[in-house]
C-alpha cells in the first residue's frame, strides 16, 4: 500500500475563499506530483517537484500554487477558489530515476460553489 | 499531435474475451513506459511497467514498438473486475514528468 495522504478527501466552499490542499508521503520520495482530473477526463499534470524548494508548472495552467518546504510534504494553495477549479486533485510521489512507480493519494475532491 | 493517444472506448466484452488496446506517443525519447488502472472515482494503480523486450504479468502482456511508436495491453480470458480504465504512461516530451494517457474504458460482463 502506498504511504501518500491527502486532505480533505472532499471540500464544498464558496468563491473566492482561500483553500489549501495538503499532501504528505511518508516514503521518502523526492519527486511529488500534483494532477488535475475532471470526471471521465484524462489526468492533466498541473506542479511537480523534484525536493525541497523545487517546484514546477506542469503542462496545464493552473492558478494554484505549491511549496515543497519538506520533502515528505507538498500542499497546493489557491488564493481565491471559483467554480472553475472544481475538480479531483490528485497528489501523487515517486523515486527518482526513470522507472520508478507512481503512488497516488486518493485525491480530494473540490466543488467551488 | 497528442503526446499520448488512446483510443476512449468503451470496450464491451463477455467474460472470457481477450482484448488489446493500444497507445500511440509522440515523444521518441521517453523512456519509461507503463500501464495504469484506474477504477471509477479512485486514484490509478499502477498494473505493469513496460520494457522493450515485452513482458507478461498473468493474464497481462504488455508490448512496445518503438519504430511505430506505440505500445499495448493484451488482457485475456477477461474477468469481471477488469472493468476499469486503463491508461497509459509515460515521460512528456522534456522527460520531466510521468503524463497519462485519456484512457480506455473497459467493461466485462457475465
Known amino acids: 500500500e502506498a504511504d501518500i495522504y491527502q486532505t480533505p478527501r472532499y471540500l464544498v466552499i464558496g468563491t473566492g475563499k482561500k483553500i489549501t490542499l495538503e499532501c504528505s508521503q511518508t516514503m521518502g520520495h523526492d519527486k511529488m506530483y500534483w494532477y488535475q482530473q475532471d470526471p471521465g477526463m484524462e489526468l492533466h499534470l498541473i506542479h511537480y517537484?523534484?525536493?525541497?524548494?523545487?517546484?514546477e508548472k506542469g503542462d496545464l495552467s493552473s492558478e494554484s500554487t505549491v511549496s515543497r518546504i519538506r520533502t515528505e510534504h507538498f500542499p497546493l494553495t489557491l488564493e481565491s477558489a471559483r467554480p472553475s477549479h472544481t475538480s479531483q486533485y490528485l497528489c501523487a510521489s515517486r523515486l527518482a530515476g526513470i522507472t520508478g512507480e507512481l503512488f497516488f493519494g486518493e485525491g480530494s475532491r473540490l466543488t467551488v460553489l | 499531435r497528442k503526446e499520448v493517444e488512446q483510443d476512449p472506448g468503451p470496450f464491451n466484452v463477455p467474460e472470457g474475451a481477450t482484448v488489446a488496446f493500444n497507445c500511440t506517443y509522440s515523444n521518441s525519447a521517453s523512456q519509461s513506459f507503463f500501464w495504469y488502472r484506474q477504477d471509477c472515482r479512485k486514484e490509478p494503480k499502477l498494473l505493469m511497467s513496460?520494457?522493450?523486450s515485452g513482458n507478461e504479468d498473468g493474464r497481462f502482456t504488455a508490448q512496445l514498438n518503438r519504430a511505430s511508436q506505440y505500445i499495448s495491453l493484451l488482457i485475456r480470458d477477461s474477468k469481471l473486475s477488469d472493468s476499469a480504465t486503463y491508461l497509459c504512461v509515460m515521460h512528456n516530451q522534456a522527460g520531466t514528468a510521468l503524463i497519462f494517457g485519456k484512457g480506455t474504458t473497459l467493461s466485462v460482463s457475465s
Open positions: 513496460v520494457y522493450s
Open positions: 517537484s523534484y525536493g525541497v524548494n523545487s517546484t
